[in-house]
Nanobody, 124 residues
């Protein structure tokens, strides 16, 4: 069973940047896709980025495309989410997750293991 630990959340002003990190334990990290979801109070969990096993393919929804960048370092078992031009509506708990397969999945059901989440708050 993989364990995922997120870090890097915090409070930032509108227009600012944050970089989230996720460290994965266990072997076979490079065999699976990874993703970042977020969940704001009273809302469902929303995918904000996913990446395939090699890092060659990524997916972003329209809401964050051009502002967020996902990347991974398979040698270090790490996945990152660079968030630029942050807006108040980006405020949420952000979760790192691992997919069932190796492609850049886009559905909640395509992911299993989850981290504990890290809070991102964007002030206006």
């Amino acid at each position: 069973q993989v364990q995922l630990v997120e870090s890097g959340g915090g409070l930032v002003q509108t227009g600012g940047s944050l970089r989230l990190s996720c460290e994965a334990s266990g072997r076979d990290f490079r065999s699976y896709s990874m993703g970042w979801f977020r969940q704001a109070p009273g809302k469902g969990r929303e995918l904000v980025a996913s990446i395939n096993w090699s890092g060659s393919r990524t997916y972003y929804p329209t809401s964050v495309k051009g502002r967020f960048t996902i990347s991974r370092d398979n040698a270090k078992n790490m996945v990152y989410l660079q968030m630029n031009s942050l807006k108040p509506e980006d405020t949420a708990v952000y979760y790192c997750t691992r997919g069932f397969s190796d492609y850049a999945a886009t559905e909640l059901a395509d992911f299993n293991s989850w981290g504990q989440g890290t809070q991102v708050t964007v002030s206006s």
